[in-house]
């Protein structure tokens, strides 16, 4: 359960870089502040936007776990996740996971210079250092 | 097989050497921290683990709970206290 989960937010973090480092080689990041553009305004806005995605991913991840959970064909599994208290537990990681790797994904994409390659890469990185049950 | 090697580089290094006997726990514990710290999928796969593993872990301790006032068992940690005191 886990390994799929990650497998496919490894794929997603690394999708937010591409733009950043498209920003940046095409200096339009430059020109934007050359502009007047405060900088936290850029990533802020870079941020909130990332955040929208991710958050409509995880509404899709949770309503795949309940379809899954009512047709009782991971019913045990699921339960754990989705009963009772510990479905806060669950929502509570998912927020925090966002929170933490979304500016990790802005970090790491400063080492990159084509979008192409830098999302293969942010994915690598990902998956070696994801986990499994 | 892919997944295998893959998906598994930095929770292999923990589990191993959280076995016991190689009496590397320390060195584990070390490693879980910084692997925590700098990666953030290794964060999300390893708290959906543990709230899987805690809540396993509390169905089966669940028909063995009213047993630690007469007989010690992993179980009951934090309980045991009535037990040592008899």
């Known amino acids: ?133 | 097989m892919i997944v295998i090697f893959i998906g598994q580089a930095t929770l292999l290094a923990v589990v191993i050497l959280s076995i016991p006997q190689l009496e590397l726990l320390n060195v584990a514990d070390i490693l879980q921290w910084i692997f925590l710290i700098l990666f953030p999928n290794y964060c999300l796969g390893q708290g959906l683990t543990d709230i899987y593993q805690n809540a396993f872990l509390n169905k089966l301790c669940e028909p063995l709970v009213p047993f630690c006032a007469f007989a010690p068992n992993p179980c009951c940690k934090g309980k045991t206290s009535l037990f040592i005191e008899n």
Do not use: C
Request: glycine letters at 6%; hydrophobic letters at 55%; zero cysteines.
């Open chain 1, 1 to 133: 359960m886990a390994s799929s989960i990650v497998f496919g937010f490894g794929f997603l973090m690394a999708a937010f870089a591409v733009f950043l480092i498209k920003e940046r080689i095409s200096k339009a990041k430059h020109l934007q502040f050359l502009s007047g553009a405060n900088g936290i305004n850029f990533w802020l806005s870079a941020f909130i936007w990332d955040l929208v995605y991710y958050i409509i991913a995880t509404v899709l991840i949770f309503l795949v776990w309940i379809i899954f959970y009512h047709t009782a064909a991971v019913k045990d599994d699921l339960e754990v996740y989705l009963t009772g208290s510990r479905l806060g537990y669950t929502i509570l990681l998912y927020i925090f996971y966002g929170f933490s790797h979304i500016p990790m994904t802005y970090v790491i994409s400063y080492v990159f210079q084509i979008p192409a390659s830098g999302f293969a890469w942010i994915t690598i990185i990902n998956i070696i250092t994801s986990n499994k049950i």
